[in-house]
């Protein structure tokens, strides 16, 4: 596989640099604004792989080599399958030109500024192409027009689950996203402050001690705590529970070669028609590790999209892109470690001032 960098001081001039020198099979894994120490050659980078086609497995004399190069074969399949999710994400049409298909020059400018939220480059170029149609034929100019179409495609629903039934909450998600925090905060802000009953459930017997600080955290609160030890336990609990009662469900950071594990609690929560998972992800990720983890985690069939670590990254355009793809709500925001402050229920103004932080009229979009 080979991987290269292509600067330029537009991301379609880039690349266009990329598809003079790869051909049109190379595959566009990330664009960005181009780091300081690269900065003298061009204001964006566009990094762009080429994976060559897998040959067949030929049969070897030897059993331990046909093993090889069977798993060689495999892991190369494993290798494309995953660039090419990668290349979903990418703006299709700009492979087709170096300039941006529109006769007035202050369309680039917002290009630009849209890639620099690193928001998902296809979606910004639906994004601008509405915008063009609307700023003809509406007040506001063409800024209002790209504001109004990135308000519309923001979705949102800030609540932990369905008003009717047993309320269960279930967090899943990879490693350090920070659900055992955020569940913590989803208790006290949903729970606590809303007068309901609360239960916290952890199914965390990953790390160790991984119960014992949910365990503590119930007690200061006065919640009831379960940390039933296989599903058909778990199932037990939910059961158990009154339909006026929160139950908030922790579950392990389960990794890319843990899935397997994984696939027996996600298929007992998604059957289960009270249970609405939340899938946490850190807005911190890169647009191609992002999408990856989330693909991984579609085993879950979770509702809602839940971004943790805004206080880390200045560009919130990947989140709302992979919200914007799968067409599923942001739900809540966490900005921190503090408990309960740090999170908040997402709202379309507050995405909206994370896309958009010196727009002066988020509040009248948003509406």
């Not at 990947?318 to 799968?326: D, E, G, H, I």
């Not at 809540?332 to 470690?337: A, E, K, N, P, Y």
Request: aromatic fraction near 6%; hydrophobic fraction near 45%; charge should be negative.
């Amino acid at each position: 596989m080979r991987i290269k960098s292509f600067y330029a001081n537009t991301v379609e001039a880039a690349v266009a640099l990329a598809r003079r020198e790869m051909g049109a099979e190379a595959m566009l894994v990330e664009s960005r604004k181009a780091p300081l120490e690269a900065r003298h050659l061009g204001e964006y980078e566009v990094v762009c792989a080429l994976v060559p086609e897998a040959e067949p497995v030929r049969t070897q004399p030897r059993e331990d080599a046909g093993a090889y190069d069977a798993r060689l074969s495999h892991e190369l399949a494993e290798m494309r399958r995953q660039l090419d999710a990668m290349g979903k994400t990418i703006t299709r049409s700009a492979w087709s030109g170096a300039g941006w298909p529109s006769a007035r020059p202050e369309m680039s400018e917002w290009h630009a500024r849209l890639m620099a939220t690193d928001m998902d480059g296809e979606l910004a170029h639906q994004i601008l192409e509405a915008a063009e149609r609307r700023s003809a034929s509406e007040l506001g100019g063409l800024e209002g027009a790209v504001q109004a179409e990135i308000a519309q495609r923001i979705l949102v629903d800030g609540t932990v689950a369905e008003a009717k039934g047993a309320r269960v909450v279930a967090l899943a998600g990879p490693p350090g996203a920070g659900k055992t925090t955020m569940l913590a905060k989803l208790a006290v802000t949903c729970g606590v402050a809303a007068r309901l009953p609360l239960t916290l459930v952890s199914m965390d017997d990953f790390r160790v001690g991984g119960a014992d600080q949910l365990r503590s955290f119930a007690a200061i609160l006065g919640a009831g705590f379960q940390a039933p030890d296989n599903l058909g336990a778990l199932a037990q609990v939910l059961d158990e529970q009154p339909g006026n009662r929160l139950v908030l469900v922790d579950t392990p950071g389960y990794g890319p070669h843990d899935m397997d594990r994984a696939a027996d609690l996600a298929r007992f929560l998604s059957t289960r028609p009270e249970v609405s998972t939340h899938l946490v992800l850190t807005a911190t990720r890169k647009s191609a590790d992002l999408n990856l983890v989330a693909e991984r985690f579609q085993i879950f069939h979770p509702s809602s999209l839940l971004f943790t670590r805004l206080d880390e990254t200045a560009c919130f355009g990947t989140a709302f892109s992979l919200s914007v793809r799968q067409a599923k709500p942001i739900s809540f925001l966490g900005t921190g470690q503090e408990i309960p402050d740090d999170a908040a229920p997402a709202t379309r103004e507050r995405i909206l001032s994370l896309l958009w932080p010196q727009t002066s009229s988020i509040r009248r979009l948003a509406a």
